[in-house]
């Protein structure tokens, strides 16, 4: 491709997709990316545009003609939004299509999909073996259709193997940290995650550390993004970048369609080990009067998660192996205990808000 490469980002106002895009900004290649970036708040894309030169569709998910046109004036999609929008993912597809169709163009699509992928319905209470390898294609192609995330993930596969785009997936796990960037400090990205802030939101409300079940099941964790402070590649941001690269760079060897689905983790934990976490914290900070954590009852989940189902989605295994990505030379450094080490000082910035 000759001249700067056009990039379509969704998802910038976000925690991920903000993060993403500030690494962008800041890529040793920056001068070579033509980034528009889809915003739904006209003031954010003022912002980006003035302050960050970053081009701006305003334009919300339902804009779906919109959006098929934007994705079609571009080589490079990254999708960091809404896992699940059908409709919008089809339009997307139907966007790269058109490139294809016209131009002649093999247009590059990341999806982000997730590890609750692979969730079960353990609430809670057990750990399962199964433990998934993003290399292992036969054991990924037979996850069940019905699997979260896997109809829109079948989709994005299938414009592969279809033959008019290259389709890849990063599966983010619980991604975690506070987000810290100047598209942050310029208020136009979200810096909090959602799983640990929803159980400490949650845990604060009833002023005792809540957990589903006996919190026995186990899922993976991956940091957001503190490049900055560790000065190496490890976090959920990085992965995304280290896998642009070797689009670009190296596109015969890097993995897509089936062999293009990339798990996010840097490490593993019980749901449990989050709730004595928070414990821990709210009675060290005097905001419960036990540090031990107790079960949501039914009436609770249905009140803090807004459903069963989501609400046990907190007690689900979710067992993936980030090798693919560790193939392409990322290098994950955080552990679970880093993690664990973040809930404290997140908590306090949710007992603030109170
Ligand atoms: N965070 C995690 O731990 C995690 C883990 C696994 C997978 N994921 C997946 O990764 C994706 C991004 O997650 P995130 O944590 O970055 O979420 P987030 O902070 O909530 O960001 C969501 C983004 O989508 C945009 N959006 C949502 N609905 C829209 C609409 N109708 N029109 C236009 N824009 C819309 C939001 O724009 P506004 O700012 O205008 O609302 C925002 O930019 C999601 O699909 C999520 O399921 C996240």
């Known amino acids: 491709m000759t001249g700067r490469i056009p990039i379509f980002i969704t998802g910038v106002t976000g925690y991920i997709g903000g993060t993403l895009l500030n690494r962008l900004l800041n890529h040793p290649d ?3 990316f033509d980034i528009t970036a889809l ?54 597809l139907r966007g790269l299509k058109r490139r294809h169709d ?38 990924i192609k037979s996850i069940p259709p019905t699997a979260f995330h896997r109809n829109v993930d079948l989709l994005v596969i299938g414009a592969d193997e279809e033959g008019y785009a290259r389709t890849h997936i990063v599966l983010p796990s619980t991604v975690y940290g506070i987000a810290a960037h100047p598209l942050v400090e310029a208020g136009i990205s979200n810096p909090y995650s959602m799983q640990i802030p929803l159980l ?28 900055l402070s560790r000065g190496t590649l490890f976090t959920v941001a990085d992965m995304y970048i280290v896998l642009l690269d070797s689009i670009l760079h190296h596109p015969d ?6 062999e293009g689905l990339y798990f996010g983790e840097s490490g593993e934990h019980r749901w449990l080990d989050i709730s004595l976490a928070i414990g821990r ?50 290098k994950p450094t955080h552990s679970t205990e880093d993690m664990l080490a973040s809930i404290k000082p997140e908590l306090e910035v949710y007992a603030k808000k109170q």
Do not use: C
Not at 65 to 78: K, P, Q, S, T
């Open 30 to 32: 920056a001068n070579t």
């Open 39 to 92: 915003v739904r708040n006209s003031e954010k894309a003022r912002i980006l545009e003035s302050k960050f030169g970053v081009k701006t569709l305003i334009a919300s998910h339902a804009e779906h003609d919109r959006i098929e046109e934007a994705v079609a004036a571009n080589h490079v999609i990254l999708h960091i939004a809404d896992s699940d929008d059908e409709p919008l993912n089809k339009a997307i």
């Open 102 to 139: 016209t131009t002649g163009d093999l247009p590059i699509l990341i999806h982000t999909s997730g590890t609750g992928l692979l969730t079960d319905n353990a609430r809670g209470e057990y750990a399962t073996e199964t433990i998934y390898s993003d290399l292992n294609i036969e054991q």
């Open 200 to 227: 400490i939101r949650s845990s604060l409300a009833r002023k005792r550390a809540g957990v589903i079940g006996k919190g026995l099941s186990l899922w993976p964790s991956v940091h957001i993004d503190d490049r």
């Open 253 to 258: 060897t890097t993995g897509h369609g089936w």
């Open 281 to 330: 914290a709210m009675y060290e900070l005097g905001l419960a009067d036990s540090p031990d954590p107790t079960p949501f009852s039914h009436e609770e989940i249905l009140k803090y998660f807004g459903n069963e189902w989501f609400g046990y989605y907190h007690g689900t295994n979710s067992r993936a192996r980030a090798d693919r990505a560790r193939a392409l030379g990322w």
